[in-house]
Every structure is written in structure tokens, then in C-alpha cells.
């Protein structure tokens, strides 16, 4: 018996509910796994069935299916001689588990539960699974007939247990166990675990992929020990893209990681470990020494297997790894694409059509596509046979090989200019010039025969025609007109996506693509039904600000040089009339009443800080105080929840999307919150309100200065001296408009509705609150 074990990790695209493709990634997965010298090899979370089956777990047909499954992968000759763990759903007197269930020469181990449910962001394992409790119990789990049948084993220790080889000993958690408070690695190496193992199905967000490797890099420092992380990787039938980077630590440092975003199926990682490090480092530690002295005993499995040789003296292990996260640009470009690459592989369509404004949101969409190209082009020419089988099939064509990023993208992507008379040539010149440096098979079109079309209809029915506000229309027509146009553009889009592979001789339809980012979603700038409402949309979980900065990356990763006009270009939706000139006469933040830095401050704090109305004012008055008084700052968080809350419905028909950002609004499972709100908030309005009140109440500017400065607004210890402050109701007064305290008097007295008062006291809650309705209007005009 040797001292040193190499041990495998397993990266895997699973796809929910494909049993026959999951089981064949998996048996891979430990052939590669044998073949490179490794006695163990584990794997992702529900690796068998697939992560995302949801509702399908309530379903007893998926746990017969996995358990079907796990036979054909137990009874496979590629497992023989080497300890294997897979995950899959158990049902134990009657209560579902998420599970991992090890074996070893056609003999079941132990089944170990999940501990911790997983409920946060997109999460939501307690609807379907129960967690274990028994801690250091078993019972008796009686297997299905099938396995008795083919096994001749009745029974299998069923909860939390290690197992123990002649040489190490062997512990589990799951996924949310690690991230827990009460982490299971902690007792499990207390009480002589030194190879803690991990399945995982982890998902991606933007600047996320440190967390996962802090955790177990501190883990094993804590505890000491190897950590075996395996996770998920890929699109499995979902919003959220799993984002691989298992990786195997010891002691404190990474000795190896998979790749976070690839279009391989199945990527295995190895290390091998010198047990007698993790007992040397674990000894030193005399503190641990002492806690486990007294520690709980864990029930041990004994596997008469030895994972080690006799002559392993010549093996090195495995040293450290030093590696860089990618960032969040590169984030951008490899992910969205990498689940793009999943979704239309397996939609069974023939590529993507995507109308091409020339703004940064569609040129994102557009961009993302060609790096989904670029990918696949370098994992054909690494020799991945599987990514050359799905292109083939793709493109219909069986002797197809992609040798250029440019040529792929012009059979898997039509681009398409939807001009109007109200587009500029800037814009127009813009798209095409895209179109031709990532070689996307690119068409113009103009929408006014269309949009005439429709308003002929109207006015034959109602003898009116609309017209735009420049034109002497009012509010209502203006945004019919420009919603008009909005939607004729997604009602083309799928004309053309249907029969443009119709028209270029090939079989199939393309997937209509969005580009509605999630600041624009989270604001509700965007038209029900128009261009945001697609089959799927790269960039819907993604800010606006990072779509900028990530434009800039691929114009020089990418060479793209058609960016640098897009990024430069002032966000428009021309939709109204241009000037005389030609100029634009509408922009985005104009529209809507705030810049896109200001919506991300917005979308994190109602949704990563959990602020309504009241507290997000309280925040962003420190954090705005050196360029806004607090009454300005109230006008803006006002703005934006009315808004938020009229647009709010607009979630419901998102067009689903990658989830990329921890403040997307989507409203399918991450973000549950109504669509239907009054609007005017005027309960949390009134709280900001008096907030406004305190806060003036101890200052008193001169003449001199009508703008305080806010590090001298405190809220005052006499309350019998605060003073009513009505806010500026003015209707020509934008709720955007840069504003001082209009109540404040020369003398520095306070007016109320135009009567001087001094002194007066504050009546708290019992006052009348200052309605807003009438006074705050959307990007229309129209007040509500």
C-alpha cells in the first residue's frame, strides 16, 4: 500500500432528462478518467437525470429512469477496478433526495443525501427535494428490483457516512453544503476524512467564479485535506449556463481546475496526492488537534479497495496551480456564446436571425454569436469530434468543416436592418459594416410600407390619423406610433427567420434573437412585443455598462474594428422623426429619464440589498451627496419606482435569457415580485418625504447659498423645531431637473404652498402627504 492516489474531477454538459446522452458523457467521463491513471472518479450534481428537471422530479418515472441509468453505468466494464460516485434523485420512504450513491465492482457503497437545500437566486431544491438530518446516521435503503436482479445486493447504507479504504478515508457534501454556515467538511475532517468530495451544479454570474475556488481553497486550509469540486458545464434546458472550473485543492491551494467555459462535453481533471501531506499539515495544526480529539465518529463504509500502488515512490504529485480569472468582458464573450452553442445544438434549428440596428445591444447580440463561432472553429480544429458532429448537423451538410469564424457565421447567422424613415445613415452604415467583419449573411429592409399599412387600417376604421409630438400629435399618438414600429420590427423578424433558410436552399428555421439588456428590462424601457420579445436573448441578463466595456474588449480581441463607431454613438431608438438636419432628436437616457450607471445603481440596490423605495433613497443620499441635494436624489428613486412599477408587467413575457447579472428582473424564477403595483407608492413616497423634512429641518441656508452641502444634512435631536417642507409641484418642473429647495425663503423661512411660515412644527405621519400622482410622468409625458 503506497501513500500516494491520483484522483479525477469531472466537468460534464448534461442535458436534463437525457438519460441515454447523460449516461454516455458520464461512462466517458470515467474511461478518460481510468485511462489517465486515476483509482476515483467523481462527478457533478444530478449528473445522471440533469439539474434542471424541476417539476420532472415529482415525476416517478424520472427516479425509475435514473435508476435505470445507474445500472447501465454500474454494470459498464469501464468501471471495474475503480471507485465511482454518480448523483441522482433517490426516493427514500417517500421523501425525495438529491443524492450521491458511490459503488465499486458492481457493489453499491453507500447513497449519501444532500444535507442543505439550495433556495437563493435560481435555486429552488426545496420545492422538490428534502434535506437529510440524521447527521452521522444511517438506514437501510431496500433497492429497487432491478438492481437486486442484476447485483444479487438487497440493501445499501443510506445517509451520512464516509467511506474508508485501506488507505484514506472519504467524505461528501453537495453543492449548497459548502457555501452553508454549518459546512459538513469541518466534522467530516475532524473526525479523520482527508479527501472531502463535491458535486456541484454551480451556475454563472459576472465576477462570480472567484467564490467557488476561495471556498475550497479555504476549506482545505482550514480543515486540511484534499477538496474534490466537480460542476456541471453548460446550457442543460435552462436560463442559467453551469460554468464548469472544477478543480481539486489541498491543503489550502488549487492543484488543478478545469477550463469555465468550453464547448467540450466532457473534461476531465486529475491530481495526485501525497496522503501523508494532508496528515503532516493536519498534525501542525494544534488547535485542530485538540477539537478532534473530541470530535463526532462518522459511520465508516469499508472498501477493500486500495486506491494507491506499492511502487508509487517515482510518481510526483501534483503541484500548485497558478492561474488568472477571466474578466468580466471575457465573461461576456465566452459564456453567453458557450450557451447560445447548447441551445441551438439541441432546439434542433438551423442558426440565428437577428435584427441588426446598429446600437450597442444588438452589435452585443451580434459579437456574442461570432465569438460562439470563433469557439467552434478552434474546437474542430482540436480535434473535438463531437462539436464537428452538431455543426454538421446544424448546417445540414455532412462533409462541412469550419476552417473560418467569418464563413461559419455567415451560414449560422442572418443579420437584418430593419431601417425606417425615421433611421439615420449613421446607424445604417453602422450594421452593415458589423455585418461584414464577422461575416454574417446581412439583408436591409425598410418597415414603412408596414407601418403605413397599419395605420391606413386604423384610419379607415376611425377617420383619424396619428401623428408624432413634433408634428403637433400629443403623447398617446406619439408612443403609438413608435410602439408601431417596435412591433411590425418582431413580426418581420420571424417572417424572415422562418424562410430565410427557405431562400438559402437549406433545410430548418433560425432562432430569433433579442437584445434587450437588463437595465432596459429592469427600467421597462422597451415595447411589449417588439424586438425584446424573441426565442432567446444573450444579452437580457447583462448591464449596459458591460456591454459597453465588453464591445471594447472584442474590438481588440476580435478585431473588429466596425465597434469603435457603435460604442461612440449616443443609444437611440429611432423611433421618432429626425431632425431637419438629420440628427437624432431622441436618445435612451433622455427617454427615460436616467443614464444606464444610474439604473445599475437602481438594479443592485432593489435587488442585491433588498431596498425598497424609503431605504434606497437613504443609500444613495451618502453615496450622491457631493452632486445632488437630498430632494433631487428623492425625485430620482422616485421616478425610477414609478416607473419600475408601471413597466413592471412587462417581466412577465421576458424573452428568456442567459443569467448573467445578480439584478436581473426576470421574472420566471429569479426575481419574484408582483406586476401589478400602485404606482404612485404612496405609503414608502411619504417616508422619503418626511425623511426630506428631518434632513431640512437642520439646515437653514443664507441667501447665499441655496445649494447645502449634504454633509451638513442631519437629522435633527429637537423634533419640536422640524419643519414641513412641500415638495416642488410645479408641472413644468421635470422630476429629472436639477433642483435646490424652492420652498426655502431668502430668510431663510420654509413655504408652504406659497404661505411663509416659521417655526412650524412637524406633525409626523399625520400630515398630508404631497401626492405625486399627476406630478411624475413617464418617457411620454404622461402622467399617471
Request: charged letters at 20%; aromatic letters at 10%; glycine letters at 6%.
Amino acid at each position: 500500500m503506497g501513500r500516494k492516489i491520483t484522483v479525477a474531477v469531472t466537468t460534464l454538459n448534461q442535458w436534463a432528462l437525457d438519460f441515454e446522452g447523460n449516461m454516455a458523457r458520464i461512462l466517458q467521463s470515467i474511461l478518460e478518467a481510468k485511462d489517465m491513471g486515476a483509482s476515483y472518479r467523481t462527478g457533478p450534481e444530478l449528473e445522471v437525470c440533469g439539474y434542471s428537471c424541476e417539476d420532472h422530479f415529482r415525476e416517478p418515472d424520472t427516479f425509475l429512469h435514473s435508476w435505470e441509468t445507474f445500472l447501465e453505468i454500474m454494470m459498464s466494464p469501464f468501471c471495474e477496478n475503480m471507485l465511482v460516485d454518480v448523483g441522482m434523485p433517490v426516493m427514500h420512504q417517500n421523501v425525495a433526495y438529491n443524492c450521491r450513491i458511490a459503488f465499486f465492482n458492481r457493489k453499491l457503497l453507500l447513497i449519501r443525501p444532500k444535507m442543505a437545500m439550495c433556495d437563493d437566486g435560481n435555486y429552488r431544491e426545496s420545492r422538490w427535494f428534502t434535506a437529510w438530518t440524521k447527521a452521522q446516521k444511517t438506514e437501510e435503503y431496500l433497492l429497487p428490483h432491478l438492481i437486486k436482479e442484476h447485483t444479487g445486493q438487497e440493501t445499501v447504507p443510506f445517509g451520512d457516512a464516509v467511506i474508508a479504504t485501506p488507505e484514506t478515508c472519504i467524505g461528501y457534501e453537495i453543492c449548497e453544503e459548502l457555501w452553508n454556515v454549518r459546512s459538513k467538511h469541518i466534522e467530516m475532517s475532524l473526525s479523520g476524512v482527508e479527501i472531502i468530495v463535491n458535486g456541484s451544479g454551480s451556475y454563472m454570474e459576472l465576477r462570480k467564479a472567484h467564490i467557488t475556488n476561495d471556498l475550497i481553497c479555504n476549506a482545505s486550509f482550514k480543515a486540511g485535506g484534499a477538496y474534490l469540486f466537480s460542476n456541471l458545464r453548460g446550457c442543460d434546458g435552462q436560463r442559467v449556463y453551469f460554468n464548469g472550473c472544477s478543480a481539486i485543492a489541498l491543503n489550502g491551494e488549487i492543484l488543478a481546475r478545469g477550463k469555465q467555459f468550453a464547448l467540450q462535453d466532457v473534461e476531465v481533471t486529475l491530481a495526485t496526492i501525497d496522503l501523508e501531506e494532508i496528515r503532516a499539515y493536519r498534525v501542525s495544526l494544534r488547535s485542530r488537534c485538540s477539537s478532534a480529539a473530541g470530535a463526532v465518529v462518522y459511520p465508516r463504509i469499508r472498501c477493500d479497495f486500495e486506491m494507491s500502488t506499492h511502487n508509487d515512490i517515482f510518481k510526483t504529485p501534483t503541484p500548485a496551480l497558478h492561474f488568472t480569472y477571466s474578466s468580466p468582458e471575457e465573461e461576456i464573450a465566452l459564456g453567453p456564446a458557450c450557451w447560445l452553442w447548447d441551445y441551438l445544438r439541441r432546439s434542433g434549428q438551423g442558426g440565428f436571425f437577428l435584427p441588426l440596428s446598429g446600437g450597442v445591444d444588438s452589435s452585443s447580440s451580434a459579437t456574442i454569436v461570432y465569438s460562439m463561432c470563433r469557439q467552434i472553429v478552434q474546437a474542430v480544429q482540436h480535434g473535438d469530434a463531437q462539436v464537428l458532429y452538431d455543426i454538421r448537423k446544424i448546417l445540414a451538410d455532412s462533409d462541412y468543416t469550419p476552417i473560418n469564424a467569418a464563413a461559419l457565421c455567415n451560414r449560422l447567422l442572418v443579420t437584418c436592418y430593419m431601417g425606417s424613415v425615421n433611421s439615420s445613415k449613421e446607424t445604417r452604415r453602422r450594421a452593415a459594416q458589423l455585418a461584414n467583419q464577422i461575416g454574417s449573411y446581412h439583408i436591409e429592409i425598410s418597415i414603412d410600407l408596414a407601418v403605413n399599412a397599419l395605420l391606413g387600417i386604423f384610419n379607415a376604421v376611425t377617420g383619424l390619423t396619428p401623428v408624432f409630438r413634433t408634428q403637433g400629435g400629443c403623447a398617446r399618438q406619439n408612443l403609438a406610433l413608435q410602439n408601431i414600429q417596435s412591433r411590425i420590427r418582431m413580426v418581420l423578424a420571424y417572417i424572415f427567420a422562418q424562410l430565410m433558410l427557405w431562400v438559402r436552399n437549406r433545410p430548418g428555421g433560425l432562432l430569433v434573437l433579442g437584445s434587450s439588456n437588463v437595465d432596459e428590462s429592469l427600467r421597462g424601457y422597451l415595447t411589449k412585443y417588439d424586438c425584446s420579445s424573441a426565442d432567446i436573448n444573450p444579452i437580457g441578463g447583462i448591464s449596459k455598462t458591460d456591454l459597453l466595456r465588453f464591445l471594447s474588449y472584442a474590438k481588440k480581441k476580435y478585431s473588429l474594428t466596425a465597434l469603435e463607431s457603435i460604442i461612440d454613438a449616443p443609444p437611440t431608438a429611432e423611433l421618432e422623426p429626425l431632425l431637419e438636419n438629420g440628427q437624432l432628436l431622441q436618445t435612451d437616457e433622455e427617454d427615460m429619464g436616467m443614464s444606464y450607471s444610474e439604473l445599475s445603481e437602481y438594479g443592485r440596490l432593489r435587488k442585491q440589498f433588498f431596498c425598497g423605495p424609503y431605504s434606497m433613497f437613504c443609500r444613495l443620499v451618502s453615496t450622491w451627496k457631493s452632486d445632488l441635494t437630498p430632494k433631487e436624489v428623492a425625485e430620482k428613486v422616485k421616478h425610477f419606482f414609478r416607473c419600475y412599477a408601471i413597466n413592471r408587467h412587462k417581466m412577465t413575457v421576458l424573452t428568456p435569457s442567459v443569467h448573467a447579472e445578480i439584478y436581473s428582473p426576470d421574472d420566471n424564477r429569479f426575481d419574484h415580485r408582483p406586476f401589478l403595483y400602485r404606482a404612485n407608492w404612496s405609503w414608502q413616497f411619504k417616508a422619503i418625504d418626511d425623511e426630506i423634512d428631518k434632513l431640512q429641518s437642520a439646515y437653514a441656508p443664507s441667501s447665499t447659498q441655496i445649494r447645502p452641502n449634504s454633509d451638513d444634512l442631519v437629522p435633527s435631536l429637537d423634533t419640536s423645531t422640524q419643519q414641513s417642507l412641500h415638495m416642488d409641484d410645479s408641472k413644468h418642473s421635470s422630476p429629472m431637473s436639477s433642483a435646490s429647495f424652492d420652498g426655502v425663503s431668502a430668510a431663510g423661512h420654509l413655504l408652504i404652498d406659497n404661505v411663509e411660515t416659521q417655526g412650524a412644527k412637524s406633525s409626523g405621519f399625520s400630515k398630508v402627504h404631497v401626492n405625486v400622482l399627476g406630478k411624475l410622468k413617464d418617457r411620454t409625458g404622461i402622467p399617471v
